[in-house]
């Protein structure tokens, strides 16, 4: 028997799992299958001679884009802390009962046998607490006689001090215990911390889903292919390319000619032809014949990997987040630690006896862990929430300022529009026998032969037959129709009189003009909702266009948006910063390398994933998705995160502040201290997960609503005339 | 009261058990996945006898 691991990073629901393990019950070979929605991953128990591809293809075949997977490790320090969090939730609970017993008993009077009998009963559960479950605070601790004071001082020291002091008074039979203090102390911190690494955890998870590429290729050896794994692949080997799928490396064609969709890579909508030597990128997509390539990258050197390293540039910066909560503890520790100190000396001139009680509770209550925790782990929560529905923040920083923008640029072609050419009307021009219906299938019949964009608005021929086809460059095509020469394209090839339009495709029977095809870019489905969504959340909203004011002002006007036609790469720029001197926090959001000198001086910049590589390293966020309702989810969840920093922020300055002066003077016993500490650190760590659900209030509802109908009319709806 | 005398650390033994009880879960996988299984009432295909 042998276990593969798949990782399936799209799947994301529990019925999603239930259809993954349907599929591969009874495949041929496979014992058992495990699914697991939370570490997106398929477990799948198989023999030793079965091909774990087979499970892959089933699961593939779902629409899943499953992926071989090692080994992970990355779960057993998270089973650890669960370990020391259930025993230490254990003890709390006898503990806190005994504690509550001897409470009891201190007023109403019992008798010394029985308390004693409590006192080494909460001794027992406290050993495992001290010795199992808070040993990453000792270790921790221990860690800062090399690293510099850390969070984890303070924290040691209050609970080795209360257990040493507690035992010795156990022991010697007379004075105060604080086992209920270290038990729920202990529980509380490793709550926090917990919660703290499930967040992590589930960051990192989302992480993986930006390179889908397969993970196997057809190695070609021998003039045989077999599958093989990418990461086995050499640079220098040959792989075949099937039509329909991805490129699985970077290389150069060697053998047939390919006819590839770059628009990954590049943004741009052609399909390209490359022939044999010229070099074919990863990712890209086979629109035409199989073909055979030569590597020229392993698996982790492609283009498209250098995108999605970028877009794990912000987890990079994520030691930046850590070296804050450091130098709240550089700054803080030695400070608690004088603190404590200073109110043990106190009370040795008042009154001995209080001094450690004292300065031990000074010491639980003025760890700054929920200040070192307050911001990181509302930013985590908040790019999780981002990642899980297409959104990349490249820059952490970038959350910040996405929470001030009260402005926004955006870019029509490619960004409120798509590259996807639709068909949305034709015209008769001059009086031909021929039916409507016959005019439209000539046309797709002639444009099937021509690798020209605006040829894919076209459907496919039903009945009508062109031969002697002739594609000519630059104009369009040419071809017979029984006795008739038929032209379809530009214009002037087609001896119409009208001046260049790019939007409008030409039908000419032997050199007359009959038809006039208009073709548009077709907005985001949900392009509406989007900009809605933004004017509610306050955001003024302006369309810029490098192109003509009337296709602009349609657009714009059934957006309700306001606009700027024939906008050059610098009059952008000129509107970006017009807008920051008037103090507006501006997100551009555009695709072009037109846009880049305006997405460089916004305050925050946005671009989607169809857009050049350029575009994508200057932008701070990306957007995976083709909804552009991400923009609304965006600013809304910047908001949410500040909002939730703030509250996070005040809680722990407040809290430290009123409780360090109580504590200090005697006013409050050890156990509230303790409670009131760990359970800030809790607190603002639930705070932040707050982050992962959905808000109830009336604008995010907007921002979740399914996308609105198309605003494109279908063909069946146009007028001939 | 006397009887604190012994259920006391008959609490003990069963909270020992329980820690042990609780690691050994843990170490089996069984906080894995807190929510797929409630799904899997809905599946009506028979038997896969490990999940």
């Known amino acids: 028997m042998t276990l593969s691991t798949i990782s399936v990073a799209d799947m994301h629901c529990a019925s999603c799992a239930t259809k993954i393990q349907g599929a591969l019950r009874g495949l041929p070979g496979v014992t058992a299958t495990y699914v697991n929605t939370a570490r997106r991953q398929v477990l799948v128990e198989h023999a030793d001679d079965a091909d774990p591809v087979d499970v892959l293809e089933r699961i593939e075949a779902l629409g899943f884009h499953p992926n071989l997977a090692g080994s992970d490790t990355t779960s057993r320090g998270q089973r650890e802390l669960l370990k020391r969090l259930g025993v230490a939730g254990l003890a709390m609970m006898q503990v806190m009962m005994f504690a509550i017993a001897m409470y009891a008993g201190a007023f109403e009077g019992m008798d010394e046998v029985y308390r004693r009998l409590l006192e080494y009963a909460s001794l027992a559960f ?51 215990v604080y086992y209920d203090s270290v038990v729920m102390f202990t529980f509380l911190l490793l709550s926090a911390r917990y919660i703290d690494d499930r967040l992590k955890a589930r960051f990192e998870g989302t992480n993986a889903t930006l390179a889908a590429l397969p993970d196997r290729a057809l190695l070609v050896r021998d003039g045989a292919t077999e599958p093989a794994p990418l990461a086995a692949i050499e640079p220098g080997s040959l792989v075949w390319v099937e039509q329909g799928n991805q490129v699985p490396l970077d290389g150069e064609v060697t053998e047939g000619e390919a006819l590839l969709d770059e628009s990954v890579l590049t943004g741009e909508a052609v399909w390209v032809r490359r022939r044999p030597g010229e070099a074919v990128f990863a990712g890209t997509v086979n629109r035409g014949a199989g073909f055979q390539i030569r590597t020229t990258s392993a698996f982790d050197a492609t283009r498209i990997a250098g995108i999605a390293d970028l877009a794990n540039r912000a987890q990079a910066e994520k030691p930046r987040i850590a070296q804050l909560a450091d130098r709240v503890a550089g700054v803080f520790v030695p400070g608690v630690l004088t603190l404590a100190a200073a109110t043990w000396l106190g009370w040795q001139l008042v009154d001995p006896s209080q001094a450690f009680v004292a300065a031990l509770t000074v010491l639980v209550v003025s760890c700054p862990c929920a200040l070192s925790l307050a911001t990181p782990a509302a930013i985590t929560a908040a790019m999780t929430r981002l990642r899980q529905r297409g959104i990349v923040l490249t820059r952490s920083e970038a959350l910040e300022q996405v929470a001030a923008v009260d402005a926004a640029l955006l870019d029509k072609t490619g960004t409120l529009t798509v590259h996807d050419p639709v068909l949305v009307g034709m015209e ?32 496919e021929p039903r009945r009508a037959r062109v031969d002697q086809v002739q594609v000519v460059p630059g104009a369009g095509v040419e071809g017979r129709y029984g006795e008739r020469r038929v032209r379809i394209g530009h214009g002037g090839f087609c001896g119409a009189a009208e001046r260049h339009d790019e939007h409008a495709v030409f039908l000419s029977l032997d050199g007359v003009p009959v038809a006039r095809f208009r073709i548009s870019d077709p907005l985001r489905t949900d392009a509406a909702a989007a900009v809605e969504g933004l004017k509610q959340a306050g955001i003024r909203l302006t369309m810029l266009s490098g192109d003509s004011p009337e296709r602009c002002a349609e657009l714009a006007r059934l957006l309700d948006i306001d606009f700027a036609a024939r906008q050059a790469p610098e009059t952008k720029l000129e509107v970006t910063r017009d ?26 910049s946005a671009t989607v994933l169809e857009s050049s590589h350029l575009v994508k390293s200057k932008a701070d966020v990306l957007l995976l998705g083709r909804r552009l309702g991400a923009l609304v989810e965006l600013v809304v969840t910047g908001r949410r995160a500040r909002r939730i920093v703030r509250e996070n922020l005040a809680w722990a300055l407040a809290y430290n502040l ?9 006013l409050m016993p050890p156990w509230v201290a303790a409670l009131g500490m760990a359970g800030s650190s809790v607190l603002v760590m639930l705070n932040a997960t707050r982050l992962l659900r959905n808000p109830r209030s009336r604008s995010a509802a907007a921002a979740a609503a399914p996308p609105v109908d198309p605003t494109v009319p279908p063909l069946a709806a146009v007028q001939t005339g | 009261m006397a009887i604190l005398l012994l259920l006391i650390p008959v609490s003990l033994v069963l909270m020992a058990i329980a820690g042990v009880m609780f690691v050994w879960a843990v170490n089996h996988d069984q906080f894995e996945e807190l929510e797929r299984h409630g799904f899997d009432i809905l599946d009506d295909s028979p038997g896969d006898e490990h999940s």
């Open chain 1, 428 to 459: 008769r021009l001059e009086g031909t026998e021929l039916g409507d219906d016959e005019l439209l299938d000539l046309a797709a019949a002639l444009q099937r032969h021509a690798n020209h964009p605006l040829a894919r608005a076209f459907p």
């Open chain 1, 579 to 604: 807008l920051q001197a008037r103090g507006h926090r501006v997100l551009v959001v555009g695709d072009g390398i037109n846009d880049v000198p305006a997405l460089a001086a916004a305050d925050v």
């Open chain 1, 126 to 176: 406290c050993i495992p607490v001290v010795g199992y479950a808070a040993m990453p605070f000792f270790r921790n601790a221990l860690g800062a006689w090399k690293q510099g004071l850390n969070m984890d001082v303070p924290i040691a020291l209050a609970i080795a001090a209360a257990f040493l002091v507690s035992l010795r008074h156990t022991l010697s039979g007379s004075g105060e």
């Open chain 1, 658 to 666: 009123t409780a360090i002066p109580l504590a200090a003077l005697g």
